[in-house]
């Protein structure tokens, strides 16, 4: 069974930028996946950032998540990226990614991105 795996969280400071990956455990991303990344605060509910299909365009971002996020796919290493400029203490959360295969979703287990002040 395929599952996505988030990797590159880890604690930054206010202002880094920082890459998260996502690929699939037991598979490959291929052409009609739907791809999302998700992040959830401390206390709060599960919140989109951007979702993508793997082989085409280049996604739709939430509207609070324009700006300073940005995704993109490594296809030579079958990886879904998001890069994160000018991170805040707010931006602290658990990152997540999912794929759509087939009406199938599946989630990751999170990478938890902490921002120091």
């Known amino acids: 069974q395929v599952q996505p795996a988030e990797s590159g969280g880890g604690v930054v400071q206010a202002g880094d930028s920082l890459t998260l990956s996502c690929s699939v455990s037991g598979g490959t991303f291929v052409g009609d996946d739907m791809v999302a990344w998700y992040r959830q605060a401390p206390g709060k509910e599960r919140e989109v950032i951007v979702t993508?299909?793997?082989?085409?365009?280049?996604?739709h971002y939430a509207e609070s998540m324009r700006g300073r996020f940005t995704n993109y796919r490594n296809y030579h290493e079958n990886r879904a990226c998001l890069h994160m400029n000018g991170l805040k203490p707010e931006d602290t959360c658990l990152y997540y990614c999912?794929?759509?295969?087939?009406?199938?979703?599946?989630w990751g287990q999170g990478t938890q991105v902490p921002v120091s002040s």
């Open positions: 999912n794929m759509q295969r087939d009406s199938v979703l599946y």
């Open positions: 993508i299909t793997w082989d085409a365009g280049s996604g």
